[in-house]
């Protein structure tokens, strides 16, 4: 949408996000994936994620036009084998070392090849991700160097180890603000600019409020968490920008997770489609995007990357990405 306020003489641009999709066409998705997983022990895996993330990204429009996901069941599913080899080999060295009578050693190979892996699958899963997901025909794409990327991510770890887990916030805001600031979406850069006392001081207020209230304050907890990591994004494209805010509030997010709750409860787990459509269209219809960057003036610039064994790395060890 484009208003006629202006800052500085510009056009403020105001896009909207919507998410399209209905409860009823994602259950029958999730079904067929899960009975063919069950008929394929589990080989449909790739296929069934493609399709989901598909159906997701094709039902979100901006300004009137659809995101779409552009990876295929074929390239996870190679992924997917280079990973099982990965795994295969550490548990086979652990095995043996073990069998050496060297279980030391054994856990120690373990506890650093996790080390290792865990920043090398949230940089390969992010790259993925990103270059299959496209706008109009423009691609988001991930620059972040992996060597970086795995010293900066060891470094965090270490200093929340040795912190008792004190520098966690800091960590997580170090890590998110490089993940973030090497995002883009053709030829726009996001930057994010968390901070971690910040991030530290609202995350002890929240836990200690949810005490006091006997956990009533955590629908609160959770929208100041969802208001931290959009507020502090940013797209900048030339001298142009767009900045992101939040309006959920902790009502909102109690009346969300109460009813998906309840849904969760009175159908034995199947209503799953519609707690994850519900959530996914609570959050994008708060989030309020405003700036100057017109949409159109961006070009393509990123590059398609099609391996996906950092996507399956990361679904292997349950990790969220971003």
Same mark, same amino acid.
């Given at each position: ?9 510009? @056009? *403020? ?6 998410f399209h999709g209905s409860g009823e066409t994602y259950f029958g998705i999730l079904i067929v994936n899960m009975l063919l997983m069950i008929v394929t022990l589990g080989f449909y895996y790739p296929w069934a994620k493609a399709k989901e993330l598909q159906f *997701? ?19 996870? %599913? ?33 506890? @650093?090849?996790? *080390? ?43 200093? &929340? *180890?040795? &912190? ?80 992101? =805010? ?10 969300? $997770? ?7 409860? %009175? &159908? ?7 707690? =994850? ?6 959050? $994008? ?9 017109? $949409?159109?003036?961006? =070009?393509?610039t990123e590059e398609e990357y099609r391996n996906a064994m950092g996507e399956d790395l990361a679904d292997m060890l349950d990790l969220g990405v971003i």
């Amino acid at each position: 949408m484009q208003q006629p306020n202006s800052r500085q003489g510009d @056009v *403020l641009n105001t896009p909207s996000l919507s998410f399209h999709g209905s409860g009823e066409t994602y259950f029958g998705i999730l079904i067929v994936n899960m009975l063919l997983m069950i008929v394929t022990l589990g080989f449909y895996y790739p296929w069934a994620k493609a399709k989901e993330l598909q159906f *997701l990204y094709s039902s979100t429009e901006m300004e009137g036009s659809r995101f779409s996901w552009n990876g295929t069941g074929a390239e996870i %599913f190679k992924g997917f084998i280079k990973a099982v080899g990965i795994f295969a080999a550490l548990i086979t060295i652990v095995y043996i070392f073990n069998a050496m009578g060297l279980p030391f050693l054994s856990v120690l190979v373990y506890l @650093v090849s996790l *080390l290792l892996l865990i920043p090398y699958a949230i940089h390969g899963s992010t790259r993925y991700h990103w270059s299959r997901t496209a706008w109009r025909s423009i691609r988001f794409g991930y620059r972040g160097d992996r060597n970086e990327f795995i010293k900066l991510f060891i470094k965090e770890m270490l200093l &929340t *180890l040795v &912190t008792f887990g004190i520098y966690g916030s800091w960590a997580a805001m170090n890590i998110r603000n490089y993940v973030m600031g090497h995002l883009r979406f053709g030829s726009g850069e996001f930057s994010y600019e968390g901070d971690g006392w910040e991030y530290f001081k609202m995350n002890i207020k929240g836990y200690f409020l949810t005490l006091f209230t006997l956990g009533i304050y955590v629908f609160w907890w959770q929208a100041d968490i969802f208001r931290y990591s959009i507020d502090h994004m940013r797209l900048q494209h030339g001298n142009k920008s767009y900045n992101f =805010q939040s309006k959920a509030t902790g009502g909102g997010f109690a009346g969300l $997770l109460i009813v998906n709750m309840l849904i969760f409860i %009175f &159908t034995l787990g199947f209503g799953f489609a519609w707690i =994850q459509v519900r959530t996914i269209k609570f959050m $994008l219809a708060n989030v309020e995007i405003d700036g100057d960057i017109t $949409l159109a003036d961006l =070009q393509q610039t990123e590059e398609e990357y099609r391996n996906a064994m950092g996507e399956d790395l990361a679904d292997m060890l349950d990790l969220g990405v971003i």
